[in-house]
């Protein structure tokens, strides 16, 4: 019911910026929170950041300082821009969505296909 358009990825070296965004399309009623995870090789994933409708951040501890999300509630997108990163930044990215579908407004949680993020010299 929730698709996605998800962009930005790539491969930088450490010091460098990138900005990825993720576009949720569907039978969106509302969306309560946006946000990131991310997942290394042999790792769980984990939350990098979110925001609420609200504009309410919360961030990891190892991106504080350095990644900044936003949100344009009008297109239903999420920006995530990555500063000063690091090889230990390196994943798949996947953009996440929490909120409500369809005429009964079905409380739903759903993820993108996910997004290559490569820091290395």
């Known amino acids: 019911q929730v698709q996605f358009v998800e962009s930005g990825g790539g491969l930088v070296q450490p010091g460098e910026s990138l900005r990825l965004s993720c576009a949720a399309f569907?039978?969106?009623?509302?969306?309560?929170?946006m946000g990131w995870y991310r997942q290394a090789p042999g790792k769980e994933r984990e939350l990098v950041a979110d925001?609420?409708?609200?504009?309410?951040?919360n961030y990891a501890d190892s991106v504080k300082g350095r990644f900044t999300i936003t949100i344009d509630n009008g297109k239903n997108t999420a920006y995530l821009q990555m500063n000063s990163l690091k090889p230990e930044d390196t994943a798949v990215y996947y953009c996440?969505?929490?909120?409500?579908?369809?005429?009964?407004?079905?409380?739903?949680?759903?993820w993108g296909q996910g997004t290559q993020v490569t820091v290395s010299s």
């Open positions: 996440n969505v929490k909120g409500r579908v369809g005429i009964l407004r079905t409380q739903i949680t759903a």
């Open positions: 569907g039978n969106i009623f509302s969306i309560n929170v």
């Open positions: 925001i609420r409708q609200s504009g309410t951040t």
